[in-house]
Structures are given as structure tokens and as C-alpha cells.
């Protein structure tokens, strides 16, 4: 007895390749505190990019009612510590 799938077309949940995007482009759905700032999980995450650079990337989406405008989903603490180090853009995930 043979048994047939049916073919399904999965649509991705991203786009394939990364984007570099400058920051003013990016809106966070938080602001970062300073407190925030002050914890080990942040110093962990500034010593990690400083000494490898960024390994995951930030995610953001496109904002549906402004074109070339980005909201930030993932990464906000990725995305102070690139600022705190000087940083104006950076490799995007677009979901």
C-alpha cells in the first residue's frame, strides 16, 4: 500500500539574506534603561561584540505604514551595545 503526500509550499518567516540597516531606520518597542544597562547580562553581551562582533543578528520587520522604516523585535540590548560602541548600522534579520 503506498501512501502519497500531498506538496505543501511553506512560505519562510524571513527574508534569506541579512540587511544592513542604519539605525535611525530601526524602532525599538522598548527604550533600554540605564539600569538595564548596568547588568551583567548587557556587560556580558558589550564584552561578546567587542570581542567577536555580533554573532546573532538583530531582528526587525518592516513597518507596513512607512516605507524604509523598521520595527526592532529581537536584539534590543545588541542594538545599544552597537550604539554605545560607536556604531551606525547593522546586519538585520527581516522578518
Given at each position: 500500500?503506498?501512501?502519497?503526500?500531498?506538496?505543501?509550499?511553506?512560505?519562510?518567516?524571513?527574508?534569506?539574506?541579512?540587511?544592513?540597516?542604519?539605525?535611525?531606520?530601526?524602532?525599538?518597542?522598548?527604550?533600554?534603561?540605564?539600569?538595564?544597562?548596568?547588568?551583567?547580562?548587557?556587560?556580558?553581551?558589550?564584552?561578546?561584540?567587542?570581542?567577536?562582533?555580533?554573532?546573532?543578528?538583530?531582528?526587525?520587520?518592516r513597518d507596513p505604514y512607512n516605507a524604509g522604516q523598521?520595527?526592532?523585535?529581537?536584539?534590543?540590548?545588541?542594538?545599544?551595545?552597537?550604539?554605545?560602541?560607536?556604531?551606525?548600522?547593522?546586519?538585520?534579520?527581516?522578518?
Open positions: 500500500m503506498s501512501v502519497t503526500r500531498e506538496e505543501r509550499t511553506v512560505a519562510a518567516a524571513f527574508e534569506q539574506e541579512l540587511v544592513t540597516l542604519p539605525f535611525e531606520e530601526i524602532a525599538p518597542l522598548y527604550v533600554v534603561t540605564p539600569q538595564k544597562k548596568a547588568s551583567i547580562k548587557f556587560k556580558q553581551i558589550a564584552a561578546s561584540v567587542l570581542e567577536i562582533g555580533l554573532v546573532e543578528p538583530i531582528v526587525v520587520s523598521y520595527t526592532l523585535l529581537d536584539g534590543h540590548l545588541r542594538l545599544e551595545v552597537l550604539k554605545d560602541q560607536g556604531q551606525t548600522h547593522a546586519r538585520c534579520l527581516v522578518v
